[in-house]
């Protein structure tokens, strides 16, 4: 079964930066394809940004040009850039593995790690 650990979290000014890592616990990551998810309290969970085991990345329009999503199949590691950060970007941020076609579909899902943007 494949661990999703996320890191990074914590609590950042309004304008902040950080930078959550997602690392897997096999080598089979660098043929997930790994998406960034964020959920606020009493909400719902939503996609942030995906990257494709071929490296194609796609954001929510909430987050475009201000959020990065990268990946380094070498260390099985994802990693999330979140600047200027905002007080509604505050949430519990989750990294999700999808094994897609042509292999069996499934999906690994991280504890996820807070996020908290304050003044």
């Known amino acids: 079964q494949v661990q999703l650990v996320e890191s990074g979290g914590g609590l950042v000014q309004p304008g902040g930066s950080l930078r959550l890592s997602c690392a897997a616990s096999?080598?089979?990551?660098?043929?997930?394809?790994m998406g960034w998810y964020r959920q606020a309290p009493g909400k719902q969970r939503d996609l942030v940004a995906v990257?494709?085991?071929?490296?194609?990345?796609h954001y929510a329009d909430s987050v475009k040009g201000r959020f990065t999503i990268s990946r380094d199949n070498a260390k099985n590691t994802g990693y999330l850039q979140l600047n200027s950060l905002k007080p509604e970007d505050t949430a519990v941020y989750y990294c999700?593995?999808?094994?897609?076609?042509?292999?069996?579909?499934?999906?690994?899902w991280g504890q996820g790690t807070q996020v908290t943007v304050s003044s």
């Open positions: 999700k593995g999808d094994l897609a076609p042509p292999y069996i579909h499934r999906e690994y």
């Open positions: 096999e080598s089979i990551f660098s043929i997930l394809d």
């Open positions: 990257i494709t085991r071929g490296g194609s990345t």
